[in-house]
């Protein structure tokens, strides 16, 4: 079996200097794997979006998970938007995260609502007035393992209010190394710094080997705030 790196980089080489027609039939593809229909994805996400409207529409009305999932997941465009596109992409992440009831879905969604902050799309000062808040709130409290490390990504480029702090603290807390890095991400990105993050922390590394990725993380994070 081929090794992910190679999976990855052999769905890159099909999806090159493709149509978006022919990308959206790729992401369609009864026989497409998950690292086809990423890369498929990603080379639509360099389309002007005005190109890739009907591709969305018919991916939306799919009764197909992954080709809802591929229709949020462009919502991460990589071009210029204009103010009409921008307010269609956040209708349909919206609606989304209302109606679909697959994890997946709106897993994608979530990750496309950071990406429009990170990008400056939208500002923070618009998380609220879009319907962003509202949309996410349901999710923040007890969310399934694939919604909640998009959150903290999310988490890092939204307003930094008391739900998503509260969030943000329990997966820091949490047992799982990868679940607490996604949250110690958020919290760095926020440039966030409280005692309580400090001390979670500090207790976490006592558990961890010193030369870990995650013991480096929160050693960079430490020595920022002594440096700050």
Known sequence: MPSSAAQDFAAYQLCRNQ???????????????KATRLAAVRALQQFDYAAI????ADLLASPRASHRAAAAALGQMQTALNANERDEIAATLIALLRHDARASVRADCVASVGHLFRRGTFARAEFTRCGFAQALRPLWHSPRPTIANALAFAAAYIPLNSVVQRFLLRRLASADNTTASWALFAIAEQNWRCGKINRLLRQRMAGLHPQSAFYEEILAYL???KAA
């Open 19 to 33: 149509t978006a027609a022919q990308l959206a039939d790729l992401i369609r593809a009864p026989d497409s794997n």
């Open 223 to 225: 020595n920022d705030d």
């Open 53 to 56: 409207c009907p591709v969305v």
